[in-house]
């Protein structure tokens, strides 16, 4: 069984355990059932989202999402079980888990990419479709998809460094995704980019339970906080 911190950052990986599939499919609309079935048989993990503002102590909120249809459409089935019903849980893949499951397009700048987050020993993973290609073996990427980061950094000189190298490797590669601060609050890191360029602006920022603007100098403060902590 996992513990609640390893359940709550959104974008990290559930596999669940007999009870929690039972109970997964238990709750599951009806037109849901032969999606959580068939993640069941093949043992995929479900991806921990954003808790529903009705969710226990003791519950997590996960989430599948189906490869997209002949209209692009990605049917998502949201599931709701115990922590008891959670067998592992782990971080979003690292780049270098994805990488053989890439369109050839991308994979010398993806392997560039690994090589200088290793260097500069930063956090950077994947989640999203291109995730999801690798977890399952099915076809979830298409010609407009975007490779979604999600960058966790230590202290300000990390968070420097990391959208120094995602505004680099976005001239070559369709990235896009979030930066995640130590209170698993998340901000696009685009958005971050943009709002960087003029002093005391706001950003959209995705938490546990909903989402909410906040000044850039309070996420900031994050990551000062934890670098005297340490």
């Not at 226990?56 to 089935?77: F, H, M, N, S, Y």
């Not at 079980?81 to 890439?102: D, K, N, T």
């Not at 991308?106 to 999801?132: M, N, P």
């Not at 073996?137 to 298409?142: A, P, S, T, V």
């Amino acid at each position: 069984m996992s513990s609640r911190s390893e359940l709550s950052t959104r974008h990290g990986l559930a596999w669940l355990n007999e009870a929690g599939w039972r109970e997964a499919m238990a709750r599951a609309a009806d037109d849901h059932r032969f999606a959580v079935q068939r993640w069941r048989q093949h043992d995929w993990p479900a991806v921990i989202r954003r808790r529903d503002a009705d969710c226990e102590a003791g519950e997590t909120c996960l989430g599948i999402a189906l490869p997209p249809d002949q209209d692009g459409v990605k049917l998502r089935v949201p599931l709701r079980v115990g922590l008891q019903g959670v067998r592992e849980a782990r971080a979003p893949l690292a780049i270098a888990e994805i990488i053989g499951h890439a369109g050839s397009q991308w994979r010398d700048d993806l392997c560039a990419l690994r090589d200088e987050i290793s260097a500069q020993g930063l956090d950077i993973r994947v989640y999203g479709s291109l995730a999801l290609q690798a977890l399952t073996g099915l076809c979830y990427l298409r010609p407009a998809s975007d490779i979604d980061l999600l960058f966790s950094p230590s202290d300000r000189g990390q968070l420097e460094q990391g959208m120094s190298l995602l505004q680099q490797y976005a001239a070559r590669l369709p990235l896009d995704g979030e930066i995640s601060f130590p209170s698993g609050h998340a901000v696009s890191w685009k958005e971050w980019a943009d709002a960087c360029r003029t002093p005391g602006n706001r950003v959209l920022v995705k938490h546990d339970s909903g989402v909410a603007l906040q000044r850039r100098e309070a996420l900031l403060a994050e990551l000062e906080e934890r670098t005297c902590a340490a």
